[in-house]
């Protein structure tokens, strides 16, 4: 008799167990509790994009460096003074496929309007071995206009516009 109980509770066992294997069973996630105030946690730290801070703070701020193909436009930027300098170092990227020296033209356009406020022709560069270097000053009629600084290349002698340069320096100065 006892064979037989336990030849039962065994039989019975394999087949729980394989009932369980066949047909698991479904979980449901719980409504959320609407009575309870939930716990925000501020951090301490800023993020700081690739293109550098939205806003130009007054003095000397390195905004960056960064590669691009034909055209790039930065986030807008918010110019803390009425004076922005820009400073820039660019070259021929080591990924440029054309030839010749390269020309860059850097814009500034009204975030508001989208009319351009000024715009400068850099002197060319004639490789990735010999950068170029400038510096330009724009008057932007008041303080804390919003900008965007768009980045145009391409070959200096009127051929490709599917040029690669790489700015190396990027540095703003206001007042």
Request: proline share 5%; aromatic share 14%.
């Amino acid at each position: 008799m006892e064979k037989t109980i336990s030849r039962f509770t065994s039989m019975l066992l394999s087949i729980l167990i394989l009932a369980c294997l066949a047909f698991p069973a479904s979980a449901f996630a719980a409504e959320p509790d609407i009575s309870v105030t939930p716990v925000v946690q501020t951090s301490t730290q800023e993020i700081v994009p690739y293109a550098g801070v939205e806003t130009l703070p007054y003095g000397w701020y390195d905004i960056g460096n960064f590669s691009f193909t034909r055209s790039n436009v930065t986030p807008v930027k918010t110019v803390s003074g009425r004076y922005l300098t820009l400073s820039i170092g660019y070259r021929t990227s080591a990924a440029d496929t054309g030839s010749g020296p390269i020309r860059l033209t850097v814009r500034l356009r009204d975030y508001y309007t989208g009319q351009y406020i000024n715009t400068y022709v850099f002197n060319t560069c004639n490789g990735y071995d010999y950068p170029s270097f400038a510096q330009w000053q724009v008057d932007l009629g008041s303080t804390g206009r919003r900008v965007y600084i768009c980045f145009e290349v391409e070959s200096a002698n009127g051929g490709s516009t599917s040029r690669r340069a790489d700015i190396i320096s990027f540095r703003s100065y206001v007042q």
